[in-house]
T-cell receptor, first 112, second 116 residues
Framework: DTGVSQDPRHKITKRGQNVTFRCDPI?????LYWYRQTLGQGPEFLTY????????KSRLLSDRFSAERPKGSFSTLEIQRTEQGDSAMYLC??????????FGPGTRLTVL | AQTVTQSQPEMSVQEAETVTLSCTYD???????LFWYKQPPSRQMILVIR??????QNATENRFSVNFQKAAKSFSLKISDSQLGDTAMYFC?????????????FGKGTKLSVIP
């Protein structure tokens, strides 16, 4: 069991640029979640996949955000036209059936 | 909607002592789970302990135990024999199964420092 991995671990970008993050869940986990954590806050839910289907999206996920999980394995989260307010830690988590979520190390985004 | 409140932004405890972190929550759901997650500095979030709301017995995991008061909507974490490695942010979270997912709602966290 290799755990949830995320790439890159850190990303610095200029305002207005697009960024894409990748998450590789634990191999037998069919559920995948994206969360965002800003400084001094707990993580906030962004979106949820069951296999390749995106079943839930938070209102925090503006039109500039898009997430995919094309083959029900890894997932990508893209942010277009980044803004300084997008600076945060982006966490991915996966699970099998039930409420046991396993988190990855996160991607820290800094928008200059 | 669910809310989770952690009223202690920071706490400290002497090594080998016991500390209790507080958490209250609000939910209209009948079937839900409660969690404590630990996030060490610059490291990933890991699950400390989990409680199913329908279970009356308080969950325990080695040095970690909870005091689950369902009527009061309170879910505190007790850490016994505190160790330096327990230094971390601790997040209380709740989850219910909506549309098949288990979205976690987190509190703002309590920063715990274990002092040698």
């Amino acid at each position: 069991d290799t755990g949830v991995s995320q790439d890159p671990r850190h990303k610095i970008t200029k305002r207005g640029q697009n960024v894409t993050f990748r998450c590789d869940p634990i191999s037998e986990h069919n559920r995948l979640y994206w969360y965002r954590q800003t400084l001094g806050q707990g993580p906030e839910f962004l979106t949820y996949f069951q296999n390749e289907a995106q079943l839930e999206k938070s209102r925090l996920l503006s039109d500039r955000f898009s997430a995919e999980r094309p083959k029900g394995s890894f997932s990508t989260l893209e942010i277009q036209r980044t803004e300084q307010g997008d600076s945060a830690m982006y966490l991915c988590a996966s699970s099998r059936e039930g409420a046991m979520l396993y988190f990855g190390p996160g991607t820290r985004l800094t928008v200059l | 909607a669910q809310t989770v409140t952690q009223s202690q932004p920071e706490m400290s405890v002497q090594e080998a002592e016991t500390v209790t972190l507080s958490c209250t929550y609000d939910t209209s759901e009948n079937n839900y789970y409660l969690f404590w997650y630990k996030q060490p500095p610059s490291r990933q979030m890991i699950l400390v302990i989990r409680q199913e709301a329908y279970k009356q017995q308080n969950a325990t995991e080695n040095r970690f135990s909870v005091n689950f008061q369902k009527a009061a909507k309170s879910f505190s974490l007790k850490i016994s024999d505190s160790q330096l490695g327990d230094t971390a942010m601790y997040f209380c979270a709740s989850a219910y199964s909506g549309a098949g997912s288990y979205q976690l709602t987190f509190g703002k966290g309590t920063k715990l420092s274990v002092i040698p």
